[in-house]
Nanobody
Framework: VQLEEAGGGLVQTGGSLRLSCTAF????????MAWFRQAPGKEREFVAR????????TYADSVSGRFAISRDTAKNTMWLQMYDLNPEDTGVYYC????????????WGQGTQVTVTS
């Protein structure tokens, strides 16, 4: 399984970006897909998650109300729409897949850089 992220870039405070993540390979028993991010000098942190079948979403407090996660199971693709970005949102954004009956996340993308300037 390979995950490919796209859509990162440079944006000013208050701007928007839309990230995508497409899964390639033998995708079976996907429980959920999620986005994490890692800022320079900080640990990787959870951003948002969506369950694959029922599309139930969960967000970190820091992005709730500003970010929206969605997915299309037919395209094996997930998106993260980000609004009202601020410099604290800067970091490398990673998508990941969690499989059914398996704790944690098993596959990770290479990451896409998001930089928000003040």
């Amino acid at each position: 399984v390979q995950l490919e992220e796209a859509g990162g870039g440079l944006v000013q405070t208050g701007g928007s970006l839309r990230l995508s993540c497409t899964a390639f390979g033998d995708i079976v028993s996907v429980e959920n897909m999620a986005w994490f991010r890692q800022a320079p000098g900080k640990e990787r942190e959870f951003v948002a998650r969506i369950t694959w079948n029922s599309a139930v979403t969960t967000y970190a407090d820091s992005v709730s109300g500003r970010f929206a996660i969605s997915r299309d199971t037919a395209k094996n693709t997930m998106w993260l729409q980000m609004y009202d970005l601020n410099p604290e949102d800067t970091g490398v954004y990673y998508c990941t897949i969690g499989l059914t009956f398996t704790p944690g996340y098993q596959y990770w993308g290479q990451g896409t850089q998001v930089t928000v300037t003040s």
